[in-house]
């Protein structure tokens, strides 16, 4: 293996750690194509290492990789730290690892998110008690234990208060009124099948309390989202990511999933937890889907460019511009 950057000629660093290579500290990978490179310090270009050199260091990177901790990833690559060293996993990873720790991850935020009102709220209230308390004469203990439950009750209001993010707002059939729909009115929503765009949402009307309106397409995946967040709070249960993860898998991959769901024709609040917490998780993959399909197709080109399917230097110096004059890709979208 060289020991220099081929792009900007400075001094690969690091020793190549679990990859046998001798060189590099930040190394990628990609084990379904046997692919393997160590990227440089100074210009952060990719340098592929010698075919012949390969296979055997990619097995021991994906080994070391297995052992340690992901610390972000897309559907395709995946940025691990084991020890010193920083690998790189690119190309397809199996799904269940994946889903389990992104959505992992999404559940912490979202605790994270509800503590930032809870704990202030409660800190502000029993101290106020205390006082109470202390002019009472100790009678009202029972009542500062219930603080962060009223708490967090008032945060689930308020994100159920939240306005459904649609485009125009749709009239209702039944009674003719515009639907002025708030994340908690999704509740009573029901998922059909919908045939060209995959799931429909028969709403319910909070006038009239009849079902007077269909969404679809994009429409129906941003309510039905607002809606399972709210409901993750309102009813939280003890459902964990790496069971909701294992519903999706097993139903066959989001798109499956959903439409099993859809085929019920269930609202979302008779949605047993678990299955509803594996929605939210296929229903935030599907709409992912386009920004990671661009994702992978460029993983593809720069890896064939890397390959030297591109014969001449020329041809891959323009190459690699046109790669990195793209525009970034949209962000991943939040719960
Ligand atoms: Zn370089
Ligand atoms: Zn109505």
Known sequence: MYRTC????GKLDGDGGPSGLGVGRRLAFDEWKGR???ICPKCTRWNLAPLDERLEHVEALARAAGEGRVAAATEQVALIRWRGYDLVRVGRPPRLEFATWRYGERLKARQREQLKFVIPLTVATVGLAVAVNVAAGGSVGVFVWNMPNIARAMYTGIIGRRTVGLVEPPICERCGSLMHLRAKH???ARIVPDGTAGLGLVLSC?????E????????????LRQGLTYLALARRGRERAEDAARLVEGAGGPDRLIRDVARRELTLRSIAPERRLALEMAVD??????????QWKDAE???EIADGLLST????EEELRRLKNRKPLGDQPSS
Do not use: K, Y
Request: glycine share 4%; aromatic share 4%.
């Open 6 to 9: 081929a792009f900007c000629n």
């Open 36 to 38: 393997l490179w160590v």
């Open 186 to 188: 999704m509740a009573h």
């Open 206 to 210: 909070p006038d009239c309390r009849s």
């Open 212 to 223: 007077g309106a269909l969404l679809v397409g994009a429409d129906a995946q941003a309510a």
């Open 285 to 294: 993959e599907q709409a992912e889907v386009e920004a990671l399909e661009r």
């Open 301 to 303: 080109e720069i890896a």
């Open 313 to 316: 230097t020329a041809e891959l």
